[in-house]
């Protein structure tokens, strides 16, 4: 269940020269960095922003419903997962080409959604990941252990999909309004290994991506995911690996990867 939709949306959408372009923002106890992540967005990199507040327990609905955004709040907490789903199925719902997702608790640098959605413009891709690889991510704050652990288990995907990403766990992405209909979405987790799972979904319909670098910054205020959670989304993204040879050698076939 989900609360009525807030925002200042014009009923009459102005015209536009380029695709339409949606940010949307998977919210939890975002209240103290939604603001500036907003402001921070480049106004002319984006037609829309819609955030789903996923049952916060803080002042985030109060701070989503004061902005000129679409706001949607779930009842019942769905988790990281749950959450995509409903911006993704929103964002298609109000007609866009292209979708963003960026985190409203200012961990990655919002002011480059224009560069992450101009190879989609160009039709140059069809997925752009924002790399905290391509970047410097330990002068930026992160954990030594969640860099090892992203740098093992990237190499672990790369080595088993085929691919060459530098990182598979970003959470800030850019996709085609094709790409996302393509794929059973909802089908994936509720959880955190959603990200991954949509990757791999990508992967085997033969989407094209492309990879651009981002600064990030980890402190107080920003959420993250704490070592406990980081070895269940560990053993999570292995078992989609199993799960993707299974299916990939008809073995059985998976739904969600059909």
Known sequence: ???????????????????????????????????????????????????????????????????????IRHRKNRGYGGNQKTCYTRALEHGAEIVVMLHPDYQYDPTIVGDLVQPLRRGEADVVLASRLLGDPLRGGMPLWKYAANRFLTGIENLALGTHFSEFHTGYRAYTRKALESINFEANSENFVFDNEIIVQMVLKGFRFKEIPVSTRYSFDCSSVRFGQGCVYGFGILKTIAKYFVHRFGIYRYKQFL
Do not use: C, F
């Not at 949306?9 to 695709?19: N, T, V």
């Not at 789903?52 to 701070?63: E, H, K, L, N, P």
């Open 1 to 71: 269940m989900m609360l009525p939709q807030t925002g200042t949306a014009s009923e009459i959408e102005p015209a536009r020269s380029h695709p339409k372009t949606v940010v949307v923002m998977p919210a939890y106890n975002a209240a103290r960095t939604l603001e500036k992540t907003y402001y921070n967005i480049p106004p002319n990199s984006y037609d829309e922003i819609i955030l789903v507040d996923d049952a916060s327990s803080d002042g985030t609905w109060a701070v989503a419903s004061s902005l000129p955004i679409t706001a």
